[in-house]
């Protein structure tokens, strides 16, 4: 009996009955209604007969580079799960956030390396490497132990906002916004979590960063709208 596996580019999830494949090489979303996702379900499923149905969708999926019969090469489907977050890294609509954070030249430099480092990599072709990137900046956290002080990236995050204004806006650019904030926190140990999600109702795809049960660029509110597909 053939199985069938997700490739190490392919991220996917299953959200209000349907499915939602992310081929991170081609930067592109790929989707299944309910009645292919069930096709989908009894593919994964272990020692399962697939009828004529079953096996007809998972060759497409195959052909498309969605799936691989390749036990070495892919991974099993597994939901992906991470906290919800519920609390905002800081007040948006307070009298504070609109305050002017403390900031130096050390900031302005460390954004700038951090917008323009994100920049190459994103211009060097598919989300894949900006992937990459973020699985190396984990690595190296894990490694040498940082930590998320929700309070000094909360001022972070401030800081980062005033610099952000000269050189880009954050509205409709949550995939930039998320790499370069990562980046800048990092510059100053701070651990943080890369999140894209997706839903279906109407289909839109976003991208934010959390920590915990703490939303660090984005309205928790907003953000639970969407179900994670790619989480690192």
């Known amino acids: 009996m053939t199985r069938y596996w997700l490739p190490p580019h392919v991220h996917a999830c299953i959200t209000n009955e349907c499915t939602v494949f992310l081929d991170l090489k ?3 979303y790929v989707g299944l209604d309910e009645h292919e ?20 969708l998972a060759r497409a999926l195959v052909e498309q580079h969605l799936l691989t019969s390749d036990e070495s090469f892919g991974r099993p489907f597994h939901p992906v799960a991470i906290e919800s977050p519920d609390r905002p890294l800081f007040d948006f609509d307070s009298a504070e956030s609109l305050e002017r954070p403390h900031f130096g030249p050390t900031h302005v430099l460390k954004f700038t390396r951090a917008y323009f480092a994100t920049i190459a990599v994103l211009r060097m072709g598919s989300l894949q490497r900006a992937i990459h990137r973020i ?12 930590s998320f ?20 806006t ?12 990562l980046d800048f926190l990092r510059r100053f140990q701070q651990r943080v979590t890369f999140v894209v999600g997706v839903r279906t109702t ?5 991208c934010w960063l959390q920590e915990a049960n703490f939303a660090v ?12 597909i790619v989480v690192i």
């Open 202 to 206: 109407p289909f839109s795809a976003h």
């Open 149 to 168: 002080s929700p309070r000094t990236s909360g001022e972070l995050v401030k800081t980062f906002r005033l610099v952000r204004s000269l050189f880009y």
């Open 217 to 228: 660029n984005d309205r928790p509110e907003y953000v639970q709208k969407f179900s994670p």
């Open 135 to 146: 699985q190396h900046i984990r690595n190296q956290a894990a490694q040498e132990g940082w």
């Open 26 to 28: 081609l930067n592109k």
């Open 37 to 56: 996702t069930q096709h989908l379900r009894n593919v994964f499923a272990h020692g399962v007969e697939l009828d004529s149905d079953d096996q007809s």
């Open 170 to 181: 954050a509205h409709d650019n949550c995939l930039i916004d998320s790499l370069v904030l």
